[in-house]
């Protein structure tokens, strides 16, 4: 997951979603709602599978700190060959979501929402606009669509950031260890963190499959901006 979200076109909730850890990840993420938290340690103990969520959390920070080095190798000498993976890799979760977790045909009852994640990250991908993240309020609304983007399944947190035009300086600044540059990103980030795993368990606890196959929409429609963006 930390290999994926920091390299540009697949999200960590992706490769979550391949290795059947998705909901338990969000889970533990939902643990510091803010409307539900207890402060309290009995509260963590109970609601937190250490057992799950410690080796997976130190996976992913060693990987985003090496990868950090090795992504510009791969992008300056196999950049065909990694746009080819990465949309493999989206294409087998949206077959994954749709056709091996549940029937065909359940997943087709919800072919509008399908459309409807489509849409959306198509939309995302081809309207965004580079601007001068120098401003602090920017780098703050970058950490929180980076963090929502690698919450949802779709396009990833770092191909957000290319986007954005803001990728160079982040991945930068955690080569470096810069932490007052990457402070008010962090601080965007943290927000996202408070608010959108609730959202999330809300509708995969409503209704698991629709929620499954409109997030299979976001990943299609981020194929695209795989190619379009990542150079």
Do not use: H
Request: glycine share 6%; hydrophobic share 55%.
């Amino acid at each position: 997951m930390g290999i994926a979200e920091i390299t540009p076109g697949i999200s960590g909730a992706t490769i979550a979603g391949l290795f059947n850890v998705y909901k338990d990840f969000v889970n533990f993420l939902n643990v510091f709602n803010p409307f539900k938290i207890k402060p309290n340690l009995s509260y963590f103990y109970k609601e937190i599978n250490f057992s799950f969520i410690i080796p997976l959390l130190l996976g992913m920070a060693i990987s985003i700190y090496l990868s950090a080095f090795a992504i510009d190798y791969f992008r300056k000498s196999y950049l065909y060959e990694l746009k080819i993976f990465l949309s493999a890799v989206m294409l087998i979760a949206v077959i994954k979501n749709c056709g091996l977790d549940q029937s065909l045909n359940d997943s087709f009852k919800y072919i509008l929402n399908f459309i409807l994640g489509l849409l959306i990250a198509i939309v995302i991908a081809l309207s965004l606009v580079e601007l001068d993240f120098n401003n602090s309020f920017l780098l703050v609304f970058a950490g929180l669509l980076a963090f929502t983007a690698f919450l949802l399944p779709g396009i990833s947190g770092s191909l957000v950031l290319i986007i954005l035009g803001v990728y160079g300086n982040i991945t930068t600044a955690i080569k470096d260890i810069d932490v007052i540059f990457l402070m008010p990103f962090i601080i965007g980030m943290a927000v996202s963190f408070l608010v959108i795993p609730a959202q999330i368990i809300k509708r995969i606890n409503d209704n698991e499959v629709k929620t499954k196959v409109f997030f299979s929409g976001l990943i299609l429609g981020s194929i695209p901006a795989v190619w379009l963006y990542l150079i």
